[in-house]
């Protein structure tokens, strides 16, 4: 790990695995959390605002800008993920007014502002659709070479979970997330196949009740819902952390083994619109255009997500 920490900015849907992504990113050390943006995914653009708002006023992150995107994918109309964090995005804990504001600015804008201004490459940590990102790309491409890297939740080398073959980020936005994948930058896919793998079984949620702080009681609240839907919806028996495992794969790049390969969107299909087409054994013959993540080291990511989490009140 080098001794400056990584600047990134999240762009994410609030979302219980979003939030603890963001408690994360604001912890660690190794990272330099520049700004929040949300984007319309598991809740309307509005609720995962929102939820960002709370998940930061609770935890005191009163330093990181929160911007709103967008509120709709590229093409078509919005599908939610209701279905798996509930009607608030968040749902679980009995949320106050949020205290911390909401910048004036639009996601993509502050996005290329922060990246203009910042003397070193950022790192782009998008948990949710691709939509803001791409459209920064396609309306800012001057500032690419500003992008250190752009280390994503999505995609799956094996089956989707949204649909028999899309994961949800990817489904939601599939021709953002085609822009992204082809745009040449040096992207890393964190998917499900490795995210199945930081599974919150019973011993971690017994670790952060543990804790005996506000801010572990918080966590488990999270945890309890996401791991009913998980149970409901997939037969589950613990949830997985899917987006903080991009933060973690930043904070420390061992964390998270990955491998290059030619990774295709597929935007057309019928049934797999949103499919990653992950060519594992180079039957393509496309260039790689990916690090795609394959397996993660669960105990150590379930560490730094503790230190993260006992570091707050
Ligand atoms: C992804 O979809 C959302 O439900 C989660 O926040 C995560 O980003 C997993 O497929
Ligand atoms: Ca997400």
Redesign the pocket.
């Known amino acids: 790990m080098s001794a400056r920490p990584t600047p990134i900015i999240m762009d994410c ?1 609030p ?1 219980h ?2 939030a603890l992504a963001i408690l994360l990113a604001a912890a660690n050390p190794a990272v330099e959390l520049l700004a929040i943006t949300t984007v319309a995914g ?1 809740q309307t653009m509005e609720k995962c605002t929102l939820n960002a708002r709370r998940i930061c006023s609770v935890a005191g992150i009163t330093d990181v800008p929160i911007a709103s995107g967008a509120s709709e994918p590229l093409l078509g109309s919005l599908h939610i ?1 209701e279905y ?2 509930g009607a608030s995005g968040l749902d679980g804990p009995a949320w106050g007014e949020p205290t911390v504001p909401v910048s004036a600015e639009h996601a993509v804008d502050l996005m290329a502002r922060l990246l203009a201004e910042h003397p070193e490459p950022v790192t782009l940590v998008p ?2 659709p691709l939509t803001n990102v791409a459209l920064l790309l396609k309306t800012r491409p001057e500032l690419m070479g500003k992008i250190g890297e752009i280390v994503l ?1 999505g995609g799956s080398t094996e089956r989707g ?1 949204d649909t028999p073959y899309a ?3 990817m489904k939601v936005d599939p021709e953002a997330a085609d822009i992204v994948f082809r745009s040449g930058l040096h992207v890393t896919m964190v998917g ?1 196949n490795v995210t199945h793998q930081a599974l919150a079984v019973p011993e971690v949620i017994e670790r952060l009740g543990g804790l005996g702080t506000r801010m572990g009681d918080l966590c488990v609240e999270l945890l309890t819902f996401f791991s009913a839907s998980y149970l409901r919806t997939w037969g589950f028996t613990s949830p997985p952390l ?2 903080a495992v991009a933060v973690a794969r930043v904070i420390d790049p061992t964390l998270v083994e990955c491998i290059p390969a030619p990774v295709a969107i597929e935007t057309m299909g019928r049934y797999t619109s949103g499919a990653t087409c992950v060519d594992l054994h180079h039957l393509t013959g496309e260039p790689d255009n990916a690090l795609v993540g394959m397996k993660l080291d669960a105990p150590k990511f379930w560490d730094l997500m503790l230190e993260a989490v006992a570091s707050y009140e």
């Open positions: 849907d979302g695995d979003d598991n993920g798996v964090h948990t949710g939740m979970n994961e949800f980020n499900l899917h987006d």
